[in-house]
């Protein structure tokens, strides 16, 4: 699949910094009136009030994919497609319509079902212009080599590929010892993993990289490993808050995380306007191969109201907090559901525990299973009197707790520090 280098650099000059919140809501009104008026579909309404579409989310895209999407694609083609592609480690394959040849790609699934996206050429190379444009160090027009470590490849990671730009993918199903040569030998300088990935990484005894910039993806950057991550490569750790529905928010250079509001319009889906939790409500301003409007996420973001240093009037977030899923349930005093959010368990956990070199939490019907190293007795009953002494502070009754051993999950799933088992 080609894609257009011109298209590409169009789409990087175009994407701008906006430090005008008027200036942006006009962008945004333009954009997505563009979107309403011309999403050929037969699913969404007829309407330029973006209020008259429903709010959707995942199982409702997928059981409409085949509406939904505007250029007659199936989702038995385009999941055979996908599920070739994983099987095989062979990303190469797309899909030959009449309108064009179109990239498929599958999210990992961890809310519980697999999301199918769709791009074309002219999406592919728009999303290359912009990600470049937000995440590239300056200067810009500088050859740069980019090692991009990912559970699955794709035409679409490839399209930032150029004469200045060496990209390369290293598989996440292959274990990274595997890698540690061929990523020494490149020396890139852009990093991009996920970040266990990268508190793994870093423990690799052979490893002699210098990026000059390193960025987390595709999971929650928590703050024990950033503080790792960013001491071993003294430097800071950026975030791209990328995932099947768009490239959500980037962390800008004084390091504040920013919705990338001149690519998704974001209606906010309060969970706790206390601690200004909520659920972002996106529309795509960009993709008409496959509209995104009006789609919920499960994801947790906590609102930060205060200006950056850095002068864009993106809104910005003090951090991705998790999944909804992994929200605990608890009960207060007198037996009533309470929502215990994630962070609450983590801080806990970090923050009264000594020596404490990784843990993992899963709550089932009856117990708060803890998977700890160390596995030991002093080790568990500091985290015991810690979950004790966070229950008395929230006024909920302790959970019944069981330890284990900590085991490493696999490099190519998501990590989930905090997780409800259903």
């Not at 117990?367 to 009197?385: A, H």
Request: glycine content about 4%.
């Amino acid at each position: 699949m080609k894609i257009s280098k011109l298209a590409i650099l169009s789409s990087f000059l175009q994407t701008k910094h906006f430090t005008s919140l008027k200036k942006l809501k006009q962008f945004q009104e333009k954009r997505l009136h563009k979107i309403l008026s011309n999403h050929k579909n037969r699913f969404y309404p007829q309407s330029l009030s973006l209020q008259d579409y429903p709010i959707i989310d995942k199982a409702i895209f997928m059981a409409n994919f085949d509406r939904i999407n505007t250029i007659g694609i199936s989702e038995k083609e385009a999941l055979d497609l996908a599920l070739k592609a994983e099987n095989s480690r062979d990303f190469s394959p797309v899909l030959h319509t009449s309108q064009g040849d179109i990239v498929v790609g599958l999210s990992s699934g961890t809310s519980g079902s697999r999301g199918i996206f769709l791009l074309s050429q002219k999406e592919c190379a728009m999303w290359a212009g912009y990600i470049l444009k937000r995440m590239l160090p300056k200067p810009y027009f500088k050859k740069r080599k980019i090692a991009f470590f990912l559970r699955a490849d794709s035409h679409l990671y490839h399209s930032v590929g150029s004469r200045l730009i060496n990209f390369k993918f290293y598989d996440l199903f292959q274990p990274l010892s595997e890698h540690i040569k061929t990523l020494n030998e490149q020396n890139p300088d852009i990093l991009i993993m996920p970040a266990n990935a990268l508190k793994r990484l870093i423990q690799m005894p052979n490893l002699h990289i210098s990026p000059q910039k390193i960025i987390s993806v595709a999971e929650v950057l928590e703050d024990d490993a950033k503080i790792q991550i960013e001491q071993y490569f003294k430097q800071k750790v950026f975030q791209a808050y990328q995932c099947t529905e768009g490239f959500l928010a980037h962390t800008c250079e004084y390091g504040n995380l920013h919705l990338n509001e001149d690519a998704v319009y974001i209606e906010y889906d309060w969970i706790d306007k206390k601690s200004e939790r909520f659920c972002p409500i996106i529309t795509d301003l960009n993709r008409q191969t496959q509209p995104v409007i009006r789609y919920r996420l499960n994801d947790i973001l906590t609102y930060d109201s205060k200006p950056c240093p850095c002068g864009s009037v993106f809104t910005r977030i003090k951090k991705i907090e998790g999944r909804c899923d992994d929200i605990l349930i608890a009960k207060n005093l007198v037996g009533e559901n309470f929502d215990l959010y994630p962070d609450f368990v983590r801080n806990a956990i970090v923050g009264f525990t000594q020596n404490l070199q990784e843990f993992r939490v899963e709550q089932d019907l009856e117990y708060l299973k803890v998977y700890i190293q160390p596995f030991d007795e002093n080790t568990s009953e500091q985290i015991k009197q810690a979950l004790n002494q966070m229950a008395q502070n929230l006024k909920i009754i302790p959970f019944k707790l069981k330890f284990f051993p900590y085991h490493e999950p696999p490099l190519h799933q998501k990590f989930r520090r905090i997780q409800k088992i259903r």
